[in-house]
């Protein structure tokens, strides 16, 4: 049974990341906290809660029982990144920042103010110039030029969110129930707060693990050092982050080309590739070095190899990704389509309540939340000038594109997933940009950015992460899902209040400028810009690498379906030619050897001994990253991060 006191600590925990996160991205420049699946505010507040704060709560006979606990880090895991890059501080800058960055030579005041309605953006020149350079002494913080603009976003990412709830409700029980998929991230949590056998005891079974805490010690010990030796340069600093593309520059031709080619060590990404299957272990990444070895031939052949717009990826590499997750996405909802049709049947027709009996939200009212939540994007986005045909081909690539992601943290276990492509780059190869008013293309450049630029805190992995977490626990899933619903809420409010503030006292140009320049300026209102004044025509060459990099994953598809020696996965390969594999590719190499290794010498038995140790190294990064950034805030220790992903 979950009490009331459990949701109201869960909403403190909220309120304090809502604080704290912007904080530590904006004004200390710091390790994120919120910018992952599995977030370090939310792992290190959920130790904190089991290991000290229940303990203390048992000597009184009124700790937090295991459900309650597993409710209040879901309620922090699916706010985490909302403050961050999942929503918050990319939006506020962007309203303004055409008016702020304004000159004759890049003609803003020409080509995007004109397309920019009242409702959209507060206007008031001041209130511009103060966000940047912050409040003269005496000024108040001009909140009411804000509370319309922010009213209508806050609205539009409810109906995104919406869509998203909608979407994890539908797939719950086909990805749960049928197909059994691992759910490598809430396995922490999880056995964090199990009791040993249901005995009661100080310290849950987990924490009295000697493999446990030995691998624990193995990433707190290092990143200490790495963190005192931020503090004080005379300690040797233990590096973690090997980046190989100045070796290979010197190789000359075609070795130059693998431009970043990173060997870095996370421990938390060993830990977890040692949760999942062997095959897709494997396959992240071996087509990480495949995709290498394209650009490797691609260089010696003398081939021009351009960037993919606005990425960190090849074109060609970024449109095959992308062919792929499209691919992907309609395999898996082929896969369901028997239960989809079952469920939009229950929009008109009566059927037997067995079906959805236990979920969360009766599939009658997630096709309709799913429908409503997407036409009212859609209104919205009309309302600011976008054609109605191009924000709904937007919106449905972007909704492919999340239940992609959603699978490669439910299967694969990613805590990091970034994409190198956005919705509107993607319409672009099949019809140019020709067709599209500037208020389309600059409405959707902006969406882009907002909502569809960081996958890596995308909502519906963390609603269905929960929902699983849910079922494991025995929480019921409607509490699961009403205390998310209160998280977002309180803490877009408090991200708000938070973000504002910091950009009016200290002024946004003296905080990261990726969130107040580089982002708002070059990526939105540059990008558009330079669409609306070089119209992007159609291109043969990329749509036809969009369809093989879609016929490849179906390929791959379909023979792991058909034969059980099949060493690829296809989410490997949709991942493979990401940036987020530049990040963990070599990090997943180490946790899948540690793996084959494991269970050929030793079998199931050892692996399953092993499994605490393999959790440890997840634990031990993030509970020591958390700590330090908690020194940092106190010390007031500017660029200090542990943790940049």
């Not at 809660?49 to 409710?71: G, M, P, R, T």
């Not at 389509?337 to 469920?343: P, Q």
Request: charged share 15%.
């Amino acid at each position: 049974m979950i009490r009331m006191r459990a949701i109201l600590v869960g909403l403190l925990a909220v309120a304090v990341l809502g604080i704290v996160t912007p904080i530590c991205d904006l004004r200390w420049i710091g390790s994120l906290i919120g910018a992952t699946y599995m977030p370090v505010g939310a792992v290190f507040l959920l130790f904190f809660f089991v290991f000290i704060l229940n303990w203390l709560l048992k000597l009184f006979k009124v700790q937090f029982s295991a459900q309650e606990l597993l409710l209040i880090y879901g309620m922090m895991a699916v706010s985490s990144g909302i403050p961050s890059f999942g929503f918050a501080v990319h939006v506020i800058p962007i309203m303004i920042a055409p008016f702020y960055y304004a000159t004759a030579t890049n003609q803003y005041e020409k080509l995007i103010h004109p397309l920019i309605p009242d409702w959209m953006a507060p206007k008031n020149p001041d209130t511009i110039k103060w966000f940047f350079e912050g409040l003269p002494q005496g000024q108040k913080l001009p909140w009411k030029d804000w509370v319309g603009p922010l009213f209508w976003w806050t609205l539009l990412v409810l109906a995104i969110y919406l869509v998203m709830l909608s979407l994890a409700i539908m797939v719950r029980k086909h990805w749960v129930e049928d197909e059994k998929l691992v759910f490598p991230l809430v396995q922490v949590p999880l056995e964090m707060v199990k009791e040993e056998d249901g005995k009661p005891s100080m310290v849950p079974a987990f924490f009295k693990s000697r493999a446990m805490w030995i691998a624990f010690l193995i990433p707190a010990v290092i990143y200490s050092i790495k963190a005192l030796n931020l503090y004080f340069p005379a300690i040797p600093n233990i590096n973690l982050d090997f980046r190989m593309e100045g070796a290979l520059a010197t190789m000359g031709k075609p070795w130059n080309a693998l431009n970043p080619f990173w060997l870095k060590i996370f421990f938390a990404v060993i830990g977890l590739t040692y949760l999942i299957p062997v095959d897709l272990a494997f396959s992240l990444w071996f087509f990480y070095l495949f995709f290498q070895l394209q650009t490797l031939i691609g260089a010696a052949a003398g081939f021009q190899m351009p960037m993919f717009p606005n990425a960190y990826a090849r074109a060609f590499q970024g449109y095959q990704a992308a062919g792929g997750i499209i691919a992907m996405g309609v395999l898996l909802m082929w896969a369901m389509r028997a239960d989809l049709k079952k469920m939009f049947v229950t929009v008109w027709k009566n059927v037997s309540k067995a079906e959805d009996k236990g979920e969360a939200i009766a599939y009658r009212l997630a096709v309709v939340g799913l429908i409503a939540g997407f036409l009212f994007i859609c209104f919205w986005a009309m309302a600011a000038g976008a054609k109605f045909w191009a924000i709904a081909l937007w919106a449905i690539i972007f909704f492919f594109i999340v239940l992609v992601t959603t699978r490669f943290v439910a299967e694969g276990g990613l805590f990091y997933v970034h994409h190198e492509f956005y919705p509107l780059e993607l319409i672009f190869p099949f019809g140019g940009s020709g067709g599209m008013t500037a208020s389309t293309i600059y409405t959707l450049a902006a969406f882009n950015q907002v909502f569809a630029r960081e996958y890596r805190v995308s909502l519906m992995p963390f609603m269905l992460n929960n929902l699983k977490m849910s079922d494991e626990a025995k929480i019921n899933r409607k509490t699961m899902v009403m205390s998310m619903g209160l998280a977002i809420l309180l803490v877009i409010a408090v991200s708000y209040v938070t973000i504002l503030t910091l950009m009016y006292k200290y002024g946004g140009v003296n905080l990261t400028d990726w969130f107040t320049k580089w982002l708002p300026d070059q990526h939105v209102t540059g990008r558009a810009a330079y669409y609306i004044n070089n119209p992007v025509k159609a291109s043969v060459k990329d749509a036809v690498t969009m369809i093989a990099g879609g016929g490849a994953t179906v390929f791959l598809f379909v023979m792991r379906r058909m034969f059980l020696w099949w060493p690829f996965h296809p989410l490997g390969y949709v991942m493979g030619g990401g940036y987020a594999m530049n990040h963990i590719w070599f990090s997943t190499f180490l946790g899948w050897l540690a793996k084959v290794v494991v269970i050929r010498l030793g079998g199931l038995k050892v692996y399953q001994k092993l499994l605490p140790a393999f959790l440890g190294l997840v634990l031990g990064e993030f509970v020591t990253i958390g700590a330090w950034v908690i020194v940092d805030l106190c010390t007031g220790a500017r660029g200090h991060f542990l943790l940049w992903i």
